[in-house]
């Protein structure tokens, strides 16, 4: 006797609206931190590059939940969403050719997403992008300074405590 067992979904609206125009064809992908993003895709109506996009878009990953998450959620899902709903940020226009019917997938050693092949409007793609990742020198400064603020108060807070420990 053989058992089989199919398990059977059902979908909710979950975000009626998003940032991006309307599309199909897209690639979507998630890295290892939650960060949902879509790339490309054909737009309902014509734009810069005619139907096709090579647009990138991004979800800020949601905060963390914490451990006994599902303790406190209700049998009602209406009362199990955000009180405010993320948005969707254009996180660039890559230098690849605007296309649909593209594929995505992540690479979990160094979090890159890639993008592969699809369609534009002169054909077939062939072609693979992998997502580079930049250092915002303003921001790397900021947290250097802070680590030694932090460890300077630290070393001052340990030389105190020697220097009251020696009086006494």
Do not use: C
């Amino acid at each position: 006797m053989l058992f089989t067992h199919r398990r059977e979904s059902s979908y909710d609206s979950f975000e009626p609206r998003a940032s991006w125009r309307p599309r199909a064809s897209a690639a979507a992908v998630a890295d290892t931190k939650g960060l949902l993003k879509i790339f490309g895709g054909l737009l309902d109506e014509s734009g810069p590059e005619g139907y096709f996009s090579r647009e990138a878009w991004q979800l800020p990953s949601p905060e963390g939940a914490p451990s006994d998450w599902w303790a406190k959620q209700s049998s009602d899902n209406r009362l199990n969403v955000r009180s405010t709903p993320m948005e969707w940020v254009k996180n660039s226009d890559p230098p690849w050719v605007a296309r649909a019917g593209l594929q995505g997938f992540v690479d979990p050693e160094d979090d890159a997403a890639y993008i592969l092949g699809g369609q534009d409007r002169n054909g077939f793609k062939e072609d693979l992008w992998k997502e580079a990742f930049s250092i915002n020198f303003d921001n790397l400064y900021n947290m250097i300074e802070l680590m030694f603020l932090r460890l300077s108060n630290q070393d001052n807070v340990t030389n105190s405590n020697i220097t009251s420990g020696a009086e006494a």
